[in-house]
């Protein structure tokens, strides 16, 4: 089993539309998440970055972590043609750092 | 553009072979990360360095070594090449290190095949 999951998609929604990205965990030293959007052909660039539980809000998206079921969350409100991407969630704690897979996503406009 | 340049771009080499990829962290930045990325496996954080001394290993085969130079640029050398050695590498740098959570600025990537 691995230590992250992450359901690689893809995922094809239509312009406009709530976008809920997921990933779930099984080490409980992980106390750092991290989300990175990943355009083809380039290297992940971090969107969000959260500690503790609880929500985190940056323009139209917002990072959710829920330590006790091993559960993270992006949510992407509003979605436009230019968040089609891959996302990856990133987790650290006790000198590790294990990404997810990725999920793919595209936009429709 | 991140300010994390990787060179080279592309790398066709065959099994067996020995090849190094380059890495120049952004200006500023003493942590230099090493990734691998590959389609059935997503992306693998292999090692860290800062400031020279190795901080923390990964996923990173006996037959992969890196080292971070005085000026902070970075090499990993991949040696007795396999067919599953073809993937995308990464690298980043962050400004510190502590628990790895450091806003970490990737580069453009470096594709290597093995044929």
């Known amino acids: 089993q691995k230590e992250v999951e992450q359901d690689p998609g893809p995922l094809s929604v239509p312009e406009g539309a709530i976008v809920s990205l997921n990933c779930t965990y099984s080490n409980s030293a992980f106390q750092y998440f991290m989300w990175y959007r990943q355009y083809s052909r380039k290297g992940p660039e971090l969107l969000m970055y959260?500690?503790?539980?609880g929500n985190k809000e940056d323009g139209r998206f917002t990072a959710q972590v829920d330590k006790s079921s091993k559960y993270i969350s992006l949510f992407i409100r509003d979605s436009q043609p230019s968040d089609s991407a891959t996302y990856l969630c990133?987790?650290?704690?006790?000198?590790?750092?294990?990404f997810g897979q990725g999920t793919r996503l595209t936009i429709n406009p | 553009d991140s300010g994390v340049t990787q060179t080279p771009k592309h790398l066709i080499t065959a099994t067996g072979q020995r090849v190094t990829l380059r890495c120049s962290p952004r200006s500023g930045d003493l942590s230099v990360y090493w990734y691998q990325q590959s389609l059935d496996q997503g992306l693998q954080f292999l090692i860290q360095?800062?400031?020279?001394?190795?901080?923390a290993k990964g996923n990173i085969l006996e037959r992969f070594s890196a080292q971070q130079f005085p000026d902070l640029h970075s090499e990993l050398n991949l040696s007795s090449l396999e067919l599953g050695d073809s993937a995308l590498y990464f690298c980043?740098?962050?400004?510190?290190?502590?628990?790895?959570?450091?806003?970490?600025?990737f580069g453009p990537g470096t594709r290597l095949t093995v044929l």
């Open positions: 959260t500690y503790s539980s």
């Open positions: 990133a987790m650290t704690g006790a000198q590790k750092l294990v």
């Open positions: 980043a740098s962050s400004l510190r290190t502590s628990t790895m959570a450091d806003t970490q600025y």
């Open positions: 360095y800062y400031n020279g001394e190795e901080r």
